[in-house]
Every structure is written in structure tokens, then in C-alpha cells.
Antibody, heavy 116, light 112 residues
């Protein structure tokens, strides 16, 4: 069955970067699209962007250009998201979800806390 | 960006009551390919979003048939025919017709 395992919670200092992972199994990762989302606790959800694992092609929400960088490693069926120049506004839970099956599957989320 | 306006923001219901949530879009969500990429999700506290409905009215696998979606163009509705305790949480509509994908602000379903 489809599984998405996201990396653990991160506590990072302002100005630093962090790399989140989303390890997949149970489907053909290399021909799929993966989307990433941000949710500040108590607020709605924002779409960050998506990546096609076949060729690494990406599409970003303009709001997150320069903040998020999406990559994949097809050998390990894992998607990654780099978040750079972190500020307190980046403190949130980040989710991954493949577009295949119409967003039926989501990772458990990774909490990123930006604090000095 | 497409703005999705969900109403109400809070919905108080008793078990067994039927309720509806509205999602109105600032632009038509009908894509040039003929599909309307409108989804409904339920998020329970501390959990990931759970997809209920895709393409306006298609019930997800394993989702109880008390959930139904309808609408077209800019107006969409999620109906729950007989609320159960497990339905409590925050409901979101999301559109993926236009980039960037956007979500409504959410509707919190609580027990009256």
C-alpha cells in the first residue's frame, strides 16, 4: 500500500536552512508528481509547489520561490524540500502528498520550529 | 490567486443532523480539459488532511457515503447526511485548476 514517511521535527535558528524528506513506498515514484504544503498551526493550508520525479521538473507558488527548493532521489523514492533563510514565519507543519490518486495520500507532516 | 470563500466558518451540529458547507471561488474552476479540480478534505486535530471528495463529486475510496459533493463553475457544496462523531474537525475545499493551488479558510464542525 502507499506510504509516505516524513522526516522528524526540526528546531532551527533564524537564518539557517533545513532539508525535509518524504520517503515513499507502494507506488511508482519515478513517474509521479509530488506536492508540498505548509500549515501554520490553527491556520489554513498553503500549496508550496510540486515536482515531477521523472525529470525533476518543478512548479512553485510564487510566494515560496526563493524560500523552498524541491528535489527528488528516484533511487530511494524520496522527495526533499529545502527551506532557506528561515524566519519565525516559516514555523509550521509541512506536508507532502502525491498528486496521483487525487491527493488521497498525505505524509504525517514535519513540524519546523524556527527559534533562537 | 484564486480565492475560495468557505461558509460557515463554524458549524455546530447534533449527531444525526444533516449539514452543508459552501465553497465559492473567485474564478471558474472548470479547466480547459473539461475537469473541475475541486477537492474536499477533513482535518482532525493533530492529523494530516484526509481527502473526502475529488473532482467536485467523486467520493474517495473508503469515505462513507453520507458525504457528497456537488456544484460547478464557482459554487460548490459539501453535504454530510447524518453527522457522526468521527466527522468532527475542520473541512477545507481546495482548487487545483489554477496555479497556485489554493485552499479555503476552513469550516470547523463541532458538536452542538
Amino acid at each position: 500500500q502507499v506510504k509516505l514517511q516524513q522526516s522528524g521535527a526540526e528546531l532551527v535558528k533564524p537564518g539557517a536552512s533545513v532539508k525535509l524528506s518524504c520517503k515513499t513506498s507502494g507506488y511508482t515514484f519515478s513517474t509521479s508528481y509530488m506536492s508540498w504544503f505548509k500549515q501554520i498551526p490553527g491556520q489554513s493550508i498553503e500549496w508550496i509547489g510540486m515536482i515531477y520525479a521523472g525529470d525533476g521538473g518543478t512548479g512553485y507558488n510564487q510566494k515560496f520561490k526563493g524560500k523552498a527548493t524541491l528535489t527528488v532521489d528516484t533511487s530511494s523514492s524520496t522527495a526533499y524540500m529545502d527551506l532557506s533563510s528561515l524566519t519565525t514565519e516559516d514555523s509550521a507543519v509541512y506536508f507532502c502528498a502525491p498528486i496521483t490518486w487525487w491527493f488521497a495520500y498525505w505524509g504525517q507532516g514535519t513540524l519546523v520550529t524556527v527559534s533562537s | 490567486d484564486v480565492v475560495l470563500t468557505q461558509t460557515p466558518s463554524i458549524l455546530s451540529a447534533t449527531i444525526g443532523q444533516s449539514v452543508s458547507i459552501s465553497c465559492r471561488s473567485s474564478q471558474s474552476l472548470l479547466d480547459s480539459d473539461g475537469n473541475t479540480y475541486l477537492y474536499w478534505f477533513l482535518q482532525r486535530p493533530g492529523q494530516s488532511p484526509q481527502r473526502l471528495i475529488y473532482l467536485v463529486s467523486n467520493l474517495g475510496s473508503g469515505v462513507p457515503n453520507r458525504f457528497s459533493g456537488s456544484g460547478s463553475g464557482t459554487d460548490f457544496t459539501l453535504k454530510i447526511s447524518g453527522v457522526e462523531a468521527e466527522d468532527l474537525g475542520v473541512y477545507y475545499c481546495m482548487q487545483a485548476t489554477h496555479a497556485p493551488h489554493t485552499f479555503g479558510a476552513g469550516t470547523k464542525l463541532e458538536l452542538k
